[in-house]
């Protein structure tokens, strides 16, 4: 049972664009989401996180919007650059909870 | 701040042969994870230790894998009787009570 889902599988944009990047997922008793970014040969690195009481969290270029009526959230990544080039993983797990459920990822490639 | 070390970084094992996995968490950090990750199935969770006292090995293979944290500088993953299935990135993570989840470089595991 695949609890956390993410599409696109991979999405192209150019420099300069919006990349958007969903995630969706089953257990209602999520309420942490954490969004790691992976780039070849190192391990996820935590880019930005929500938790469920939220509905938008922004950090610079990348901001989280969160619907938990429809247990859906995204990633928007404003002004994508080359070096956004990687993978990103969506994570979820219950607040306070150390087990992460991943998504199998976005592959993000932006054109210079 | 050396983050997450993980070695070796590569390592190729004949089927049979048995496996040790190193990790030196970041220090100060009581929670250390083990995660594995391949293509087909994506992040997994495997073990969780807080304090070096085993919380939980849910997503352990029950009969050939088994983790130790001796002390709080180092935690090891053994896998014995390797087997070909058993390749994949094993990713060692530590965070600090139960703040941000930091993850080491992984070690690439080649079981041939």
């Known amino acids: 049972q695949q609890q956390v889902r993410q599409s696109p599988q991979s999405l192209t944009v150019w420099e300069g664009e919006t990349a958007i990047l969903n995630c969706s997922y089953e257990?209602?008793?999520?309420?942490?989401f954490p969004w790691y970014q992976q780039f070849p040969g190192e391990g996820p690195a935590l880019l930005i996180s929500?938790?469920?009481?939220?509905d938008k969290k922004e950090d610079g270029r990348f901001t989280i919007f969160f619907n938990k009526r429809e247990k859906k959230l995204s990633l928007h990544i404003a002004d994508s650059q080359p070096g956004d080039s990687a993978t990103y993983f969506c994570?979820?797990?219950?607040?306070?909870?150390?087990?992460?459920?991943f998504g199998a990822g976005t592959r993000l490639k932006v054109i210079a | 701040n050396a983050g997450v070390i993980q070695t070796p970084r590569h390592k190729v094992t004949g089927k049979g042969q048995e496996a040790t996995l190193w990790c030196e968490p970041i220090s100060g950090h009581s929670a250390v994870f083990w995660y594995r990750q391949t293509i087909v199935q994506g992040l997994e969770f495997l073990t969780y230790?807080?304090?070096?006292?085993?919380?939980?090995d849910s997503g352990m293979p029950k009969e050939r894998f088994s983790a130790q944290m001796p002390n709080q500088s180092h935690s090891t993953l053994k896998i014995q009787s390797t087997q070909p299935q058993d390749s994949a990135v094993y990713l060692c993570?530590?965070?600090?009570?139960?703040?941000?989840?930091?993850f080491g470089k992984g070690t690439r595991l080649t079981v041939v």
């Open positions: 993570a530590s965070s600090f009570q139960r703040g941000e989840v930091f």
């Open positions: 230790f807080r304090n070096q006292a085993p919380i939980d």
């Open positions: 257990n209602s008793a999520f309420d942490y």
């Open positions: 929500i938790l469920s009481v939220s």
């Open positions: 994570a979820a797990s219950k607040a306070g909870n150390y087990k992460y459920v």
